[in-house]
């Protein structure tokens, strides 16, 4: 049987070039690396006060200083943050001051571990809530 000197060099070329695409297709599917958690930044949505709707980003974070960025898309929202006795560790800028057209402005929060509630809470008097779960780093 004869073998066409093509033949080799065409099957060492297919092999190569899906090595190539395998290995393409591989580091496409890898992202961004999530954030670590001890410096994962944090948004808090207040969006509607007829949902008395409060939404963050995350459940959970590790302690650690944290970037906080508040998002109220027009509702006039405050947005507090709170530990688990009570305590305001975190408080939105008066929602009464006309928006920059800019994005959000964030500002860094030391967190500890424990059970915090971020609490958005609405012009008409409605509040809307969701919990924060800071672990130890």
Not at 33 to 54: K, W
Not at 76 to 96: H, I, K, N, W
């Amino acid at each position: 049987m004869y073998m066409s000197a093509r033949r080799p060099a065409l099957i060492l070329f297919g092999g190569v070039l899906g090595v190539i695409l395998l290995v393409l297709l591989l580091l496409s599917s890898m992202g961004d690396p999530p954030p670590d958690p001890s410096t994962a930044p944090l948004e808090v949505v207040a969006n509607s006060p007829d949902d008395g709707r409060c939404l963050l980003n995350r459940e959970d974070v590790a302690a650690g200083v944290h970037e906080v960025a508040v998002i109220t898309e027009s509702s006039g929202a405050t947005v507090v943050l709170r530990d688990e006795a009570g305590q305001t560790v975190f408080q939105s800028e008066d929602p009464q001051v006309p928006p920059a057209d800019e994005e959000p402005e964030a500002t860094g929060v030391e967190l500890v571990e424990g059970q915090y509630t971020a609490l958005c809470q609405y012009p008409d008097g409605t509040t809307g809530e969701t919990p924060l779960t800071v672990t130890a780093d």
